[in-house]
C-alpha cells in the first residue's frame, strides 16, 4: 500500500531534506547556521536564523491559514504569511487537533523557538 | 534461542524473582528484600495507591505471571485495599512459587526484610530448576514505544523500528505498538491497515476517544523538549511516530494486560474508558512499558530522539537514538544508533535489520545497555478500561 509517512523517499537540499514531493516544509539534518544559503525552487535563500537539527523551514512562501504538509500529511495550520527559507514551528504554525504546550524562558520567549 | 518454560506454555527469556508491593506504605521494605540481591536477578514491582482498582488488580496479576518471571514476593502493609489473597492463588495457579509478607503480622521493617530475604533466596534456588527449551522468534512479543522524541524520530529512529517488526512479524513475532494519543491525525490511513473493516472501525475510534480525552484534559501527549526538539504540533508527533508501526496488515487492537492471540502487528489502546477519571493516561515513558510487558512483551524497543536512560523491570528495553547528535552525548546508554541514518551513514534497512538481529540477541541473553547498567523502573497507577469489543481480534 501507498503510505507517504512510510516512504519518506527524501530528497536533500543543502543541509535540508525534502521527506515528500508534496512538503512545503523542510527538515534540517544537521544544525544550519543563520546566513546559509539554501538553494529552493524559486531561488536560493540565506537563512535568517540558525535552524536547529530537525527543525523545519519554508520550502516556499505559504499564505496564512494554508496547510502545512511534512511526510506528505498535514501537520499544522499556518497562523500567519511564512516567507520561503523561514523557521517553521510553534510560533507560525498551530495544531488542527490539540494545542501545543510549551515552556517560556525567562524573557518570554519560547525554548522551543529561541533555541 | 532458548527460553524458561512457564506452566502455561510460554517461554520466558529471563527467569527473574519479583518482589511487588501492594501499596506504598510497603514499598521501602520491599526495596530493603531486593537490596539483598545485588548479583541476582531480583526485581521490584508495585502498586502504591491504597484505594482498589480493578485495572491495577488485573495489571499485576498479568506482571507476575509474565513468562519472565519465575517466583513472586508480595510485600503489603496489611491494611491496604489490594486483594492480595486473590492475586496470591492467581500466581500459585500458574505454577510458580509465590509468598506474600504482612509488614503488620511479621514485626516491622527489618523482621520482615529477614524474612523475605530468606524466601527469596529459597526462590532463586526453585527458579533456577526450571527448564531451558528452544524458543523461536514466533514465540516472541516486542513491544516498541517512542519517548523523549523530536524531529530526528520521525525520520531515522521510528521507521528503523518499523522496519525491524517488519521483519519480526514476517518471522511470526506478535509486535505491539502503542499510544493512542500520540496516533491523533493517523486514524485515517492506520484504519487502512487493519485485516478487517470492523477493525478499521476500532482502530479509528481508539484514536478519537484518545482525541476527546487529551481534549478533556487541555493538554496533548506533547512535552515542551518535544518543541525544542522541532516537533510543532501533536499531529507531527504523531505522524513521526505512527511510523514505527512498520507496513504490515494490523491484526488487532487491544488493551493493556491483553496477551496477542497469535504472531502479527497488535495496537495497544492505552487510554480509559469513560469520563476522565484518574488524570493523564500514562504519566511518562515507563507507564507504557508496564503496559506492554503486562501484554506479555518479553521485550520492548524505545525510540528516542532527545535522549533517555530509561530501562524497565521484567523486560529488557533497548534503546535506539534517532538523533546523532544525541547518540554521541549519551551513547553509554544507547544500544542503537539510528541517527546514522540522518548523516547518510547507513539506510533504514540497515539499522532495521540491525534492530531485529539485536532483538534475537537480547532474547537470547544477551544484556541491553539499560540492563547492564541496572536500570530496572517500574510504575503503575489508577485507571479504568472496558473489556475490548468483539471486532479487535478478527480470527486468523
Partial sequence: ????????????????????????????????????????????????????LAHKIARHDIAEGERILKYGMPIGIATEGIPAGAHVHVHNIRSAYTPTHMLQDADGVSAAVAQ | MKGWLRQDGRKGIR???????????????????????????????????????????????????????????????????????????????????????????????????????????????????????????????????????????????????????????????????????????????????????????????????????????????FAAGNAAGGLSTIEEKSLGAYVKSGDSPISGLIKPGDVPPRGGLYLMDVVPDGDVRFGFPNISDNAEIVEMIASGAHLSLFVTGRGSVVGSAISPVIKICANPQTYRNLSEDMDVNAGDVI??????????????????????????KSEALGHREFILTYKSFEPIGPACLPAA
Fill in chain 2, 15 to 221: 527467569n527473574t524473582v519479583v518482589v511487588a508491593y501492594l501499596v506504598e506504605c510497603a514499598h521501602f521494605v520491599a526495596s530493603k528484600i531486593v537490596s539483598g540481591f545485588p548479583e541476582e536477578d531480583v526485581q521490584l514491582i508495585g502498586f502504591p495507591g491504597c484505594y482498589p482498582n480493578e485495572y491495577a488488580a488485573r495489571m499485576m496479576d498479568r506482571l507476575c505471571t509474565h513468562p519472565n518471571v519465575g517466583a513472586v514476593l508480595f510485600v503489603s502493609l496489611g491494611c491496604e485495599s489490594f486483594d492480595k489473597v486473590r492475586a496470591s492463588e492467581a500466581v500459585s495457579a500458574s505454577g510458580r512459587p509465590v509468598k506474600t509478607l504482612v509488614i503488620q503480622k511479621a514485626g516491622g521493617t527489618a523482621s520482615t526484610v529477614q524474612m523475605g530475604r530468606d524466601w527469596v533466596r529459597d526462590a532463586l534456588a526453585q527458579v533456577a530448576e526450571v527448564p531451558r527449551v528452544p524458543m523461536g522468534v514466533d514465540e516472541l512479543v516486542i513491544g516498541t514505544v517512542c519517548g523523549g522524541s523530536d524531529g530526528t524520530s520521525g525520520i531515522s529512529g521510528n521507521p528503523a523500528a518499523g522496519k525491524a517488526f517488519d521483519l519480526l512479524v514476517g518471522e511470526g513475532a506478535a509486535c505491539i505498538f502503542e499510544e493512542t494519543g500520540e496516533l491523533i491525525g493517523c486514524e485515517e490511513i492506520m484504519a487502512e491497515r487493519a485485516v478487517t473493516p470492523e477493525l478499521g472501525r476500532a482502530l479509528r475510534e481508539s484514536v478519537q476517544k484518545a482525541e476527546r480525552y487529551y481534549a478533556t484534559l487541555g493538554y496533548g501527549s
Fill in chain 2, 343 to 368: 548523516e547518510g551513514k547507513r539506510s533504514i534497512e540497515e539499522v532495521g535489520r540491525e534492530i531485529r538481529d539485536l532483538v534475537v540477541a537480547v532474547a537470547a541473553g544477551a544484556q541491553t
Fill in chain 1, 1 to 52: 500500500m501507498t503510505d507517504p509517512a512510510q516512504k519518506p523517499g527524501s530528497t536533500m537540499i543543502g543541509p535540508f531534506l525534502l521527506l515528500s514531493a508534496a512538503d512545503n516544509v523542510l527538515v534540517a539534518r544537521e544544525s544550519a547556521a543563520e546566513g546559509t544559503e539554501v538553494p529552493l525552487e524559486h531561488g536560493p535563500v540565506a537563512l535568517a536564523r540558525a535552524i536547529p
